[in-house]
């Protein structure tokens, strides 16, 4: 596994990068239920902000993809942004969102996961954001990595569309922000 650790290479996503991380998002969809709905709404690709990220990253494992996140700004719900930006004491224009983060099957257990979202993490911070996220928590994992890193829930929310495809069955989405001075320094030396 250390072997297979040392290929992760974390970049930019390019446009190339998308019909496989298309295809790798859906593959994996069945065991982690993310995106909870399938088929989604949207284009896949919108998804995954191919036209409206801030910035975006692919892992790759020997050179194809395997896993990807990205970064946003702006939330829908404006209470879920007051609430974030309460949560951090700064400005609502300040926050920055993590997004689709998601590890193919073929990449589980080699890190990562946490290695994209320390991308991400890093990126916010160099740009003056503070990151915020949501997570519907249909498995554990996403949860876990999250708590592990430090960010701590500051609300719950059932949004329009997770009402379309649950009604009131099932958890709330939760909304997490990462305070200054975490980002998993403790794990980083694991991942």
């Known amino acids: 596994m250390t072997d297979a650790r040392q290929r992760v290479e974390i970049r930019a996503r390019t ?107 890093a990126d916010l911070r160099a740009a003056g954001r503070r990151p915020c996220l949501e997570v519907y928590p249909a498995r554990p994992a996403a949860l876990g990595l999250y708590t592990s890193e430090g960010w701590l829930e500051v609300v719950r929310t059932r949004p329009e569309w997770l009402r379309a495809v649950r009604g009131d069955d099932g958890p709330d989405v939760q909304v997490l922000v990462l305070p200054a001075g975490e980002a998993g320094s403790a794990s980083r030396d694991r991942a």
């Open 15 to 121: 446009i190339a990068d998308l019909p496989a991380l298309v295809e790798i998002l859906w593959d994996q969809q069945p065991e982690s239920s993310y995106p909870l709905r399938n088929p989604l709404p949207m284009p896949t690709t919108a998804f995954l902000h191919a036209d409206d990220a801030d910035a975006a990253w692919t892992a790759l494992l020997d050179g194809r993809p395997v896993g990807h996140v990205c970064r946003t700004t702006g939330h829908p719900d404006p209470a879920v942004e007051q609430a974030c930006a309460a949560a951090h004491g700064c400005a609502v224009d300040e926050l920055g969102w993590v997004s689709t983060l998601y590890v193919g099957r073929s990449a589980r257990r080699l890190g990562v996961g946490r290695r994209l979202m320390h991308a991400v993490v």
